[in-house]
């Protein structure tokens, strides 16, 4: 073979390993979701007064901050799959919804009695939340994970946590609608621990599966 036409392999080869990589995590994602979303269905199901929590901003804000949460890590992850500078415009996407939840938090504070706040941290699920939040992750991480190994990626632990917090933006939201503890001193407390024992999963898959 000659130099000229091994080169133009080598570049049609490249091509076609990165050009798709982006389709193959919105693919992974969404079966992930999926199989996520059929364990709960059967497993789970959604809160017995859904109908009325319609109704109430808390209920409605849980479902703002999970997505928020899934958008800006699935923007950052499309971008770390490829072995190129990580992109600081994402990672300060990543700010929004720890953003959304400080204020919504801090609101809470503002407007329930302090006699209150204990009750609406601690709720009434939150060992549920702790379990079930990264069960319905596992799957959209681990089909993440493998989805990542077709691409190249030069930081596969941030990777892999990022994939952590898409799965986990995808398992909270699913979740969320099952809780019925609302109050956003609730949710800074065990979907952030939830969703970061999600997070850290991810970063371990990340160094151990992921390197190239």
């Not at 371990?204 to 992921?210: E, T």
């Given at each position: ?134 069960m319905l992750s596992a799957a959209p991480l681990i089909a993440l994970i493998l989805a990542l190994r077709n691409g190249a990626s030069s930081h596969p632990i941030l990777a892999g946590a ?51």
């Open positions: 073979m000659k130099t000229d036409d091994l080169i133009t392999a080598m570049a049609a080869d490249t091509q076609t390993v990165s050009q798709p990589i982006g389709r193959i995590l919105w693919i992974a994602a969404a079966g992930g979701a999926i199989a996520a979303a059929l364990i709960f269905y059967f497993d789970i199901g959604i809160r017995p007064d859904i109908s009325s929590a319609l109704q109430t901003p808390r209920f409605l804000f849980k479902f703002v901050l999970t997505l928020t949460l899934f958008a800006s890590a699935m923007g950052l992850i499309l971008h770390l799959a490829r072995p190129e500078a990580v992109p600081r415009a994402w990672l300060l996407a990543l700010a929004a919804a720890p953003a959304l939840l400080i204020v919504a938090a801090i609101a809470e504070l503002l407007v329930v009695p302090s006699s209150a706040w204990t009750q609406r941290l601690v709720g009434s699920n939150a060992l549920v939340c702790l379990v079930l939040i990264p990022t994939a952590g917090l898409v799965a986990a933006g995808i398992g909270a939201t699913l979740y969320a609608s099952h809780c019925q503890d609302d109050s956003p001193l609730f949710l800074a407390t065990w979907y952030v621990i939830a969703i970061l024992i999600v997070t850290f999963a991810g970063a371990i898959l990340g160094a151990r599966l992921l390197r190239w």
